[in-house]
């Protein structure tokens, strides 16, 4: 049984380039989250999708950041024209329900992480 | 002020001792409380979630106070395999979304 899935799971960027991080979730679960933790400090949550539609994008930062989770195929967070303080380690989690389900239900479960490091 | 703030310790735990930190949160409207665990550098698992009433799994115990806005984690006869940082972490019942606090780093030595 798989658990959820990232990739890469290290990045390097240029500063300008763009990033775009790949995010599969456990088999069944339909809800991802992407949190960020940049060094020494602690995990901020960034977006919450399911499939097709952002639930709650209050994390995310105005610019240069997107996010999409679509009907076929992996959730992705798109970075464009990098900086270096987005280097970062990105965790993506999934659960198989969302607000409806009870707390074992929305139990979430993360990947390993993608570093991103822009030089 | 953090919306979830943790000591960052580190905790040097002599192997078989007890530990015992607490975490505090802010937003009076959290509803669901948990432990992660974070080794160096990898994902965050969950350890535990918190039950208004306490609760226990093997070496681990939880406690919640509403009133006073903490939440606690006790470790009894630590091994060395319980170094690792402990991540408190929030929910509203609003949203979905995980609040972490800061984590606070356990050292267990032989």
């Known amino acids: 049984n798989a658990g959820v899935m990232q990739n890469p799971r290290h990045l390097v960027r240029r500063r300008g380039q763009e990033a775009r991080l790949r995010c599969s979730p456990m088999?069944?679960?339909?809800?991802v989250y992407w949190y960020r933790q940049l060094p020494e400090e602690g995990l901020k949550f960034m977006v919450y999708?399911?499939?097709?539609?952002?639930?709650?994008e209050s994390g995310m930062p105005k610019e240069r950041f997107s996010a999409e989770f679509p009907k076929e195929g992996p959730s992705i967070l798109r970075i464009q024209q990098v900086v270096r303080g987005d280097s970062a380690a990105y965790f993506c989690?999934?659960?198989?329900?969302?607000?409806?389900?009870?707390?074992?239900?929305?139990?979430?479960?993360f990947g390993p992480g993608t570093r991103l490091t822009v030089l | 002020r953090k919306e979830v703030e943790q000591d960052p310790g580190p905790f040097n735990v002599p192997e078989g001792a007890t530990v015992a930190f607490n975490c505090t949160y802010s937003?009076?409207?959290?509803?669901?409380f948990f432990w992660y665990r974070q080794d160096c550098r990898k994902e965050p698992k969950l350890l535990m979630s918190v039950y208004s009433s306490g609760n226990e799994d093997g070496r681990f115990t939880a406690q919640l106070n509403r009133a006073s806005q903490y939440i606690s984690l006790l470790i009894r006869d630590s091994k060395l395999s319980d170094s690792a940082t402990y991540l408190c972490v929030v929910k509203t019942a609003a949203g979905n979304k995980l609040t972490f606090g800061g984590g606070t780093r356990v050292l267990v030595k032989p």
């Open positions: 937003n009076s409207a959290s509803q669901s």
């Open positions: 989690a999934s659960s198989s329900l969302g607000l409806a389900g009870g707390q074992r239900d929305n139990e979430q479960f």
């Open positions: 999708l399911q499939k097709e539609n952002i639930i709650d």
């Open positions: 088999k069944g679960h339909s809800h």
